[in-house]
């Protein structure tokens, strides 16, 4: 079979324009936004330091970066872990104040309760003890 040297041009040139179409297409699905293509600070490629100067093939790997950014990291995460504290500190106080709410109804509810009915009031100083006892932990 013979090869025209006419053909592998066309077909190369075919797809350089394939691929200008696929791009073209790509962009337009993006918004046209340079913005869409915003790559993640934490890539793939920012691992490997490409620099002829340190290495015969030109690959080294950047250990400072590496540090740099596993620090960056764990403080990222101890942010979280600290907002997320305050978040469950700041749940429990309401649930706290909740609690010495109901308590303080529960207590005024059993002074009334003193002279009319003794047996209910006994079941609602249970329930006081009770969330005391729970306050308590």
């Known amino acids: 079979m013979k090869i025209n040297q006419r ?6 040139l075919g ?34 330091n490409v620099s002829s100067s340190h290495h015969e093939f030109g690959v080294m790997l950047d250990e400072d970066t590496a ?5 960056e990291e764990s403080a990222e995460k101890a942010e979280e872990s600290r ?30 309760l003193q002279g009319v009915d003794a047996k209910k009031a006994a079941e609602v100083e249970a329930l006081i003890k009770e969330l005391e006892a729970a306050l308590k932990n």
């Open 7 to 12: 053909f592998i041009v066309k077909l190369a």
């Open 15 to 48: 797809f350089v324009a394939m691929g200008g179409l696929l791009i073209l297409v790509g962009f337009a699905m993006s918004g046209f936004s340079w913005d869409a293509y915003a790559t993640d600070r934490h890539a793939w490629y920012r691992t490997f």
């Open 67 to 71: 540090v740099q950014e596993a620090t």
């Open 83 to 112: 907002e997320l504290a305050a978040e469950k500190e700041e749940e429990a106080a309401e649930a706290m104040s909740d609690l010495e709410e109901t308590l303080a109804e529960l207590r005024s509810e059993a002074q009334e």
